[in-house]
Structures are given as structure tokens and as C-alpha cells.
């Protein structure tokens, strides 16, 4: 698939899930954009839409480098509710991004990536260069460990659901 | 330890995209009407509800201008070197090649066609599988056989151009053909040529037209030289190609 300007807000929002930060996100997403029109100049264009998610996870990953980093295996998990859609209606993409942005790389990319349904299972193996035991490992994982901080964060009773307070 | 269903569960698609894996599917399916169908449900729901938060990711003013900028990132043209060497593209064009070859062959073997071209290379394959010992031996003249054709076989005009007339023979013979009907066969000591007269073929409109020129008819390594006078032609075959024949016809034109 040709990579036109209407794939861009996509990396931006993986930018903004890799980062957590929206002045951050801008930085990598646009230093991305930018190589890519400098390739293009050089008659060596970007082979296809994978490589500008590949070059905006090395950015991304660079950029948090600079704070503090998370490690594996730190957080509880809990098992999916039949509530948790409901619950996590109540967050904003600010929360979400936040949370996906303190988790370990290589799970941080792999929940950036599987949840802007973009991509099919091939391309997301491919994107990350690990196999599907792995990309399961690090997204079931991550749904436990993010059912768990719900739970903790966002109280779920019946129907309703409290926001027991801001992260 | 999880088998491959359940780590491709772990990993099922939010939305169901064309081109999913075989595997991806029966998993899929296989959980919905299974043990763990309020499970999966569970999980479904989740990640739908995360990705649609996920869209609704605020993009600022001064970023949504880079997505209007058309010219941002140019589509990438493929260029003519990359196309050639697809290997479609090379097996097409090798197909293509193959398929212009044998109809330009087609078309060149049936340039110079004329009626009769068909029964003339059908005594093409007389001249390859005959022995000259199936002939009545005669040491003559060729020129002379045109009064032996008529007198003793009734046959009418059966005469040798001038161009063979000269021609020493080792025999001949008149046999009847299915397809060509009368034919009347010699067989020279120059190079162990054979002639053959035979009917000419009419056209279309049932007319014969006789032509004065040669024309070149070939099969298997052997090579015929037709004229058509008087209703009948006349075929020099001689094993060759067409080069070893034309010499002795420019011969009697100097």
C-alpha cells in the first residue's frame, strides 16, 4: 500500500502512544516525515508505509530514553471484565497514551502498534521482528497488566463505572 | 503452555481485514462458538474499546496542515527498470516474444502461398520416404518424358520447364494420390532430384491461374520449387534449402 498524507495522522497517534507526550509525538512524527521527503528527493523513497512506522519507533524510542525507564514484569495483572469496555470509555487518549508509554519495550511497541488496527498480523511481525508467541506474550500481558490499573483506577459497578481518580 | 490457537487469539485483529491468515480465521471462529466464547467476547470488546480510543487521539491545527500538504511525500513512481525486471512482467514478455515468433514463422511459411501449396508439400513427403528403385528405370532426357506422360498415360501438358529440361533421369513413374490425384514422378541424377507434376489446385472461385515465377514451398529439410503452367504444376524437390534450388533457376535465366 502506497503511503499517501492520509496515512499520517495514523503515525502521529503511534508517536503520541509510543510517547505519551504530544510535543514529543510532533518531534518524531515530523523528523520522520521530514527523511522521508528528503529520501524521496534523493530518488531513494521510502519502499513502503512500514518503513515510516519503523523510523518512528526508533525516534520514539530515542526520545524516551531520556526519562525514566520502565521494566518488565513490574505489574500486576487481572483478568479482562466484561466491564472493561465501559471502563475504559471513561479514560481519555491522554491516559491511555500514558500508560502505553511506560510500558517496556518491545510490549510499548507492540500495544502502539496492535491498537491502531492498522496493520494485519504479517506486518505487525514484521514491524516489530519478533514472532507471533512473542507479539501474543506482550499483548495479552498487556491487557492483564491494563485490566489491572483499570481497576485500580477506574471503578467498575454494574453499568456505571466511577473514575476513582486522575493518573 | 498455550497452544497456537490461543497465542493467535492473543494476537486476533480488531477488525477482521482481507488477506487474513487461514490459521487466524479457524482460531477465531473456534473461539466464538466455544468453551471460552464470553472470554474472547471479553477480550474483543476491550480491544475495540481501546482502539476506538486510540482514534480519537486529538491531532493539533499546526500538525493536520503537514496531512493536507499533498506534495509532502511524493508518490513514489516505480520506476522502468523495476518493472522489467518483475518477474511477471518477464515471463509475460517471454511469452509474448514466443507467440509473435511462431506467428510470424506461420505467416512467412504462407506468404508465398498458392492453390495447391497444400498437395505440393504433401509430395514433399513422396520425395523423402521414395527410393529410386520404386521408379521405372529410363536414362533419358527429362524434356522427353512430356510425350511418354502423354502418349502412354493420357496425361495432358505434363511437361518439364525448360529450366530441368536438360536434366539426365534415372527413371520415373505415374501413380494416383488420394489427395493430388494423377501424379506423374521423375527422378534425376543431378543431385538425385525428384520432379513432380501434378494437377494444379483451383482457387476459390474455381478458376486455375498459372504462374510463370517460382514459388518455394518447404518441409523437414526438403525444399520445392513450383510452377503451374497449362493447369498442371511442375515441383522440382531437391533435400536443402531454398539457396540450393535458386542456383539452377538464375542459371537458365543468364
Known sequence: ?167 | MPDKSELLLGCAPITEKPGMDRAMRVAINHARHGKKAATFGHQQAFDAAIAKLVRDIPVDEQLAEWFAHEKLIPVARRGWKKIVRNPVVIAIAIALLVIGAVTAYRVYEHLNDFPGADKARRLLTVAASNRSVLLDPLQTNAAALSDLFFMKHRLEHYDVPAEFADFKTLGSRVFDDDEVRRVAQIWAKEKRMQFFLFPAEPDKEGKVNDFSDWRFVELEGWTGAVTQRNGVCFMAVVRGGEKDLRAYLEKKKQ
Open chain 1, 1 to 167: 500500500m502506497a503511503v499517501t498524507t492520509k496515512n499520517l495522522p495514523q503515525l502521529y497517534r503511534f508517536c503520541f502512544l509510543m510517547t505519551g507526550d504530544a510535543a514529543k509525538a510532533r518531534s518524531a512524527f515530523q523528523d520522520t516525515v521530514r527523511e522521508a521527503a528528503t529520501r524521496t528527493d534523493a530518488e531513494e523513497p521510502p519502499p513502503d508505509r512500514l518503513w515510516f512506522f519503523r523510523e518512528a519507533r526508533e525516534r520514539c524510542l530515542a526520545l524516551g530514553e531520556q526519562g525514566i525507564q520502565a521494566e518488565p514484569g513490574m505489574l500486576e495483572e487481572a483478568d479482562i471484565s466484561s466491564g472493561a469496555a465501559t471502563q475504559i470509555g471513561q479514560l481519555t487518549p491522554e491516559q491511555l497514551a500514558l500508560w502505553i508509554s511506560a510500558a517496556p519495550d518491545p510490549q510499548r511497541s507492540a500495544l502502539a502498534l496492535f491498537y491502531l488496527d492498522e496493520f494485519t498480523l504479517t506486518e505487525l511481525l514484521s514491524l516489530l521482528e519478533m514472532k507471533a508467541a512473542e507479539l501474543s506474550e506482550c499483548i495479552c500481558s498487556g491487557r492483564r497488566q491494563f485490566q489491572s490499573w483499570l481497576d485500580a483506577t477506574v471503578a467498575y459497578y454494574g453499568e456505571e463505572a466511577y473514575d476513582a481518580g486522575q493518573i
